[in-house]
C-alpha cells in the first residue's frame, strides 16, 4: 500500500558516554533523571556516530521495510545535512520527490547522550522542520492510503489540521503522533482535528498533558469498562493519569478522547509496555525483556509499526504485537533506524514471539 509520512527530519548526532565518565541524579519524588557533566572537563566518550533521524524519516524509514510504498514530506536547507537524509532516504526506497528545500534556513539537526540507563538526554536544533507551511504540502502527495503525521516542530504545527483535512479529503486513512510542544503549546490546532484521526499515537507524558482539557470537558461519562484491581495490574492500569491538578483513570481517557473522533489510540509508557484503546476496549502489550542500547527511536518504531499493520487490516493486539517486537529490535541498536525490521523478519518473529508476550485484554460493556 501507499504511505506519506510527514514531519521531522534530522541529522542526529549520538554521544555514547560510560557511566563512570558522567554522573546521573534521580528525583526521589518526581518522575524525573538527569546527567551530570563537570563543567572545564573534557569527557571521554565511548563511541561518537552520526545517522539520519527525525520523525518522518524513522516512520518513513520502518514501513518501507515493512513492505509499502512510501514517501516522505519534510522540509529541508539547502546543506550538507539534507543530502545525507535524501540519500538515506533513496536508499531505503523512499520517494523523496515531495520533500521541501529551503534556501535560508539550515536542516534541522539533534545531540543524543546516552549514558546509565541509556534513556538518551536529547539536544535538539529544529532548524527547518519548524518552517512547514500551507505552499509546502502538496497536493499530489496526499494519494495514498495511509498519511502518517509526525510530531510537528512550532509553528509548522499551525498547519495540522491542513495536513489531516488534505488526508481526510483524499480518502487516507491517518494516523498522527503529536508531541509535547504540539499539545502544550499549540493545543488548539491538535483538538480541533481530533474528529478526523483514525489512528492516536502518545507517549504517557503526552497523554498527560490532555487530562486537564479532558476533565473539565467532562466527556464520555461513566467508563464504560472496569480494569479488575490489584497489584498485578500494569503501572498505568493501576495509577492512571495526574496532571496539573487533574486526576483520570485510564479507561476514562481512553473513553474521553474517543468519544471525540479517533478509533485507535496508543499510549506508549517505555520499558512498562503500552496500551491499546479501541471500541472493543483496552489491549495492553508489555515490552519485551531485552538489552538496551539506546532508547532513541523506539516509539517512532512502534507506532509506525502499529499503524501499518493496521492499514493492512489487522486486529489492534497484533498490530500491537508487531509494534512491541519492531520497537524491541530497535532498543538493541543505538540509532532509531539499524533495528526496523523488514516485513518478512517481522513476521517470523510475531509468530515465534506474539504469544510470549503475554497481551491481555480488557473488554468494552
Same mark, same amino acid.
Given at each position: ?13 549520538i554521544?555514547?558516554i560510560?557511566?563512570?565518565? &558522567?554522573?546521573?541524579?534521580? =528525583?526521589?519524588? %518526581?518522575? /524525573?533523571? @538527569?546527567?551530570?557533566l563537570? !563543567?572545564? +572537563?573534557?569527557?571521554? #566518550?565511548?563511541d ?95 494519494a495514498?492510503?495511509? &498519511?502518517?503525521?509526525?510530531? =510537528?516542530?512550532? %509553528?509548522? /504545527?499551525? @498547519?495540522?489540521?491542513?495536513? !489531516?483535512? +488534505?488526508?481526510?479529503? #483524499? ?49 464520555g461519562?461513566?467508563?464504560?469498562l ?21 486526576t ?29 484503546g ?5 489491549? @495492553? ?27 493492512m ?31 518478512k ?21
Amino acid at each position: 500500500m501507499k504511505v506519506l509520512a510527514i514531519g521531522g527530519a534530522t541529522i542526529d548526532t549520538i554521544v555514547s558516554i560510560a557511566d563512570r565518565n &558522567v554522573e546521573q541524579l534521580i =528525583l526521589r519524588n %518526581a518522575d /524525573a533523571a @538527569y546527567l551530570l557533566l563537570e !563543567v572545564g +572537563r573534557k569527557i571521554e #566518550a565511548e563511541d561518537i556516530s552520526v545517522h539520519c533521524g527525525g520523525g518522518a524519516v524513522n516512520a518513513a524509514v520502518a514501513m518501507s521495510r515493512l513492505g509499502h510504498e512510501t514517501s516522505v514530506l519534510v522540509k529541508l536547507g539547502r546543506d550538507f545535512r539534507a543530502d545525507v537524509i535524501l540519500s538515506r532516504l533513496a536508499a531505503e526506497g523512499i520517494t523523496t520527490c515531495y520533500a521541501v528545500r529551503d534556501e535560508n534556513a539550515p536542516t534541522g539537526t539533534s545531540v543524543f547522550v546516552s549514558a546509565h540507563d541509556r534513556n538518551t538526554a536529547v539536544i535538539t536544533f529544529r532548524g527547518t522542520n519548524s518552517l512547514i507551511t500551507s505552499a509546502d504540502l502538496d497536493g499530489r502527495a496526499f494519494a495514498v492510503d495511509l &498519511v502518517y503525521v509526525a510530531g =510537528l516542530s512550532d %509553528a509548522s /504545527a499551525d @498547519y495540522f489540521p491542513e495536513i !489531516v483535512e +488534505r488526508a481526510n479529503a #483524499a480518502g487516507a486513512l491517518v494516523a498522527a503522533n503529536p508531541g509535547i510542544r504540539q499539545l502544550s503549546t499549540r493545543q488548539e490546532a491538535f483538538r480541533s482535528t481530533l474528529g478526523k484521526i483514525d489512528i492516536l499515537a502518545i507517549n504517557r507524558h503526552e497523554a498527560t498533558a490532555l487530562v486537564p482539557w479532558l476533565a473539565a470537558r467532562g466527556d464520555g461519562g461513566a467508563a464504560s469498562l472496569a480494569l479488575e484491581p490489584g497489584p498485578e495490574l500494569p503501572d498505568l492500569a493501576r495509577r492512571g493519569f495526574s496532571g496539573n491538578g487533574s486526576t483520570m483513570t485510564l479507561a476514562r481517557f481512553f473513553k474521553c478522547l474517543m468519544a471525540l473522533g479517533p478509533r485507535w489510540i496508543v499510549v506508549t509508557d517505555g520499558k512498562d509496555g503500552a496500551y491499546i484503546g479501541s471500541a472493543s476496549g483496552i489491549t @495492553y502489550c508489555p515490552a519485551l525483556p531485552v538489552g538496551i542500547i539506546g532508547t532513541a527511536g523506539a516509539g517512532d518504531a512502534f507506532n509506525a509499526t502499529f499503524s501499518a499493520f493496521i492499514l493492512m487490516g489487522s486486529p489492534a493486539d497484533e498490530a500491537a504485537a508487531a509494534a512491541a517486537i519492531n520497537s524491541a529490535s530497535v532498543v538493541n541498536h543505538l540509532d532509531t533506524q539499524t533495528g526496523l525490521l523488514t516485513g518478512k523478519a517481522l513476521a517470523v518473529q510475531v509468530a515465534e514471539q506474539r504469544y510470549a508476550l503475554r497481551l491481555r485484554h480488557w473488554s468494552s460493556r
